[in-house]
């Protein structure tokens, strides 16, 4: 079933202002719908025009290198995106993710943390991997670390930011021990030696069949562990159902505090 006809008009991503554009798109069409897949999007828009800045800037040590990069990297969650508007099968972490948006209730961080699984944990790897085949893959890692810096900071700062217009977030920290910086670190500190691991391993791999059978067995893991950070343990689950009764505004107006 098409939802859109956006789904049936995108043209390929060449640029990141091309990313940038097709960002908007899936952020204004969560707003019209009231669906949490705009969640992430609004976080990805924000890195993305980050690392785009960084670049004017020549913050990396290959500017050319990393806009490739970054349009490699957003179209495979753009391609996502599509994939389950047109009722196709994208990965499998991406699914679980994809799916959790019309759900009532995951909270805001939730549905971030499940983007982060699948495109860090996965997608992050195999696009590392196509920029930069073979040995190329070694002269990667500054920027490779740098993309990942500016992500958690970002992180950081939306965390924050709900905090202060959703009370009921603070409850994960009162209730919780900590849960959502724990929730957090998984998804930071572990996906970048997870994603770099996977980079180097397919970089080095020049079987097209064994690196698809090693991107499948990644992506059976991560669906696991998004289906983890959707059913964190009673405990965990009860906290967050808390925090989900305590979430004030619509999704546009959470949308808006996101994209800030």
Sequence with gaps: M???????VIPALKTIDDVLVQLDTIIGIARNRGTADGYFAALYRRVTAEVKARIAKGEFEDGPRMARFDVIFASRY????????????????????????????????????????AHINLDLGIAASEVSPGVEINALKHDFETINRVLGDLVNDVQDRMGRVWPGVR??????????????????????????????TLAAEPDTERRAAHVRMIDGAMSLIGRGVLNPGWRATAILA???????????????????
């Design 2 to 8: 098409r939802f859109h006809p956006f789904v049936d």
């Design 78 to 117: 753009v391609d996502a995106w599509l994939q389950q508007e047109r009722g196709e099968q994208p990965t499998n972490c991406w699914r679980v993710a994809l799916a959790a948006s019309r759900s009532y209730w995951p909270v805001v961080m939730q549905h971030l943390l499940l983007g982060m699984n």
């Design 171 to 200: 409850v994960l920290d009162r209730l919780g021990g900590g849960l959502d910086e724990a929730l957090v670190n998984f998804s930071i500190s572990r996906a970048r030696d997870a994603s770099w691991l996977l980079a180097t």
């Design 242 to 260: 808390v925090v989900r009764l305590r979430e004030r505004g619509s999704v546009a107006e959470k949308l808006d505090v996101l994209l800030k």
